[in-house]
């Protein structure tokens, strides 16, 4: 699976959009981008991916550059229930006999 | 529509004790899983299955067993627990062939004293 590198925090105002990057330079070909997060005490949640065009649904919307070795997840209307870790990962679909793998994740904090 | 469910939602167990997590999904998922995540750290795989009667080890094994009877259900057992087992222990499925689209259950926050 690719690397990917995300900040270790970022913050956010109530209402507004919140955009947190991910860098996967090694990305390849097959490999999709997924995005997770794990609110305080929770289990992580499925939140969105992308192989290569921009995709959008209820919570979020994923931006993928076009040379793939970059994404965007934007949360268009953030609100303090999204304060959470944030993971984006890179992998091939499919296998169904690997591990996740959650790396450090973006500790959003969203402030009122 | 329950998602992933897991009992109990805490235990303390005394070393050498054994005990049963139990996990149950009602999306008719194929994949399941169980991840254990200690303080600051990532999720690490346990023990996995890709269906019915099938299952396999993850990254950590040790000390756990693991049987899927049916679609539903997928126990975690502890033989003999001891204190590095301390964990907060999650379960997941999902969906046949879309096994990075996961569904994870709250967790079962386990402390061995």
């Known amino acids: 699976d690719a690397k990917t590198t995300q900040p270790t925090s970022m913050d956010c105002a109530e209402g507004r959009a919140a955009n947190l990057p991910c860098n996967h330079s090694?990305?390849?070909?097959?490999?999709?981008v997924y995005w997770y997060r794990q609110i305080h005490s929770q289990g992580p949640q499925y939140i969105i991916h992308?192989?290569?065009n921009n995709e959008t649904n209820e919570m979020a919307s994923l931006i993928i550059t076009e040379d793939r070795k970059s994404s965007t997840l934007i949360l268009p209307h953030a609100t303090l229930r999204d304060t959470a870790v944030y993971y984006c990962?890179?992998?091939?679909?499919?296998?169904?006999?690997?591990?996740?793998?959650f790396g450090s994740g973006t500790r959003l904090q969203v402030q009122p | 529509n329950a998602g992933v469910t897991q009992t109990p939602k805490f235990q303390v167990l005394k070393t050498g004790q054994s005990m049963t997590l139990q996990c149950a999904q009602d999306?008719?998922?194929?994949?399941m899983s169980w991840y254990r995540q200690d303080p600051g750290m990532g999720l690490r795989l346990i023990h996995y299955?890709?269906?019915?009667?099938?299952?396999d080890q993850g990254e950590v094994p040790n000390g756990y067993n693991v049987s899927r009877s049916t679609t539903e259900d997928f126990p975690l057992r502890l033989l003999s627990a001891a204190p590095s087992q301390t964990s907060v222990y999650f379960c997941?499925?999902?969906?046949?062939?879309?096994?990075?689209?996961?569904?994870f259950g709250q967790g079962t926050r386990l402390t061995v004293v």
């Open positions: 992308g192989l290569k």
């Open positions: 090694t990305i390849s070909g097959n490999e999709y």
């Open positions: 999306m008719n998922h194929e994949y």
């Open positions: 299955s890709v269906g019915a009667g099938i299952t």
């Open positions: 997941a499925s999902s969906p046949e062939g879309r096994d990075t689209e996961a569904f």
């Open positions: 990962i890179v992998r091939v679909v499919g296998t169904g006999r690997r591990a996740l793998t």
